[in-house]
T-cell receptor, first 114, second 112 residues
Framework: AQSVAQPEDQVNVAEGNPLTVKCTYSVSGNPYLFWYVQYPNRGLQFLLK??????LVKGSYGFEAEFNKSQTSFHLKKPSALVSDSALYFCAVRGNTGFQKLVFGTGTRLLVSP | NAGVTQTPKFQVLKTGQSMTLQCAQDMNHEYMSWYRQDPGMGLRLIHY???????DQGEVPNGYNVSRSTTEDFPLRLLSAAPSQTSVYFC???????????FGEGSRLTVL
């Protein structure tokens, strides 16, 4: 069965510094990988996805993620953090064989300080 | 274009009561689902549907019922509410087989 690990409950970074939010996964077959962001009292919003192709995926709001098959990781990155990036971030995965359900990680809270 | 609309946004129930969370979408997505979000547990799939007349169970289906009579609507029924069902519920649709998910605003349910 597929699973996702987000090892950090919270990531703290100063505005203007680069940020990384970590995600590792386990899945049967090749993965479909997603990042979502949740602002307070809202539903999740799509940031980016990896389906196939280039390992570096660019998404909304200047975020990008790097797919690393050997390390089974899909870390979310941004070169320069903004205070408005402060939110809860979820990694999600499902396999590409048959009908497999999407599984979410437990979320990482990103706090960007001014 | 409203996207995914959930009602009610807030609800307080007593143990044993029943209720229905409504979900409607105007994007013509075949896939619809219900998730619950609990602190430290991420999002867990309750039930899902790949089209009108077709439903299936997710990870945590016990105590919940769904039906899909139209493409647009996917209500979630709590048959006999329990305190363990206190949570935030999200109705979620998907565009295509590998598309992004679209979330409703959420329904916060408290069971006393």
């Amino acid at each position: 069965a597929q699973s996702v690990a987000q090892p950090e409950d919270q990531v703290n970074v100063a505005e203007g510094n680069p940020l990384t939010v970590k995600c590792t996964y386990s899945v049967s077959g090749n993965p479909y990988l997603f990042w979502y962001v949740q602002y307070p009292n809202r539903g999740l919003q799509f940031l980016l996805k990896y389906i196939t192709g280039d390992n570096l995926v660019k998404g909304s709001y200047g975020f990008e993620a790097e797919f690393n098959k050997s390390q089974t990781s899909f870390h979310l990155k941004k070169p320069s953090a903004l205070v408005s990036d402060s939110a809860l971030y979820f990694c999600a995965v499902r396999g590409n064989t048959g009908f497999q359900k999407l599984v979410f990680g437990t979320g990482t809270r990103l706090l960007v300080s001014p | 274009n409203a996207g995914v609309t959930q009602t009610p946004k807030f609800q307080v129930l007593k143990t044993g009561q029943s209720m229905t969370l409504q979900c409607a979408q105007d994007m013509n997505h075949e896939y619809m689902s219900w998730y619950r979000q609990d602190p430290g547990m991420g999002l867990r799939l309750i039930h899902y549907s790949v089209g009108a007349g077709i439903t299936d169970q997710g990870e945590v289906p016990n105590g919940y019922n769904v039906s899909r009579s139209t493409t647009e609507d996917f209500p979630l029924r709590l048959l006999s509410a329990a305190p363990s069902q206190t949570s935030v519920y999200f109705c979620v649709t998907r565009q295509g087989a590998i598309g992004e998910l679209f979330f409703g605003e959420g329904s916060r349910l408290t069971v006393l």
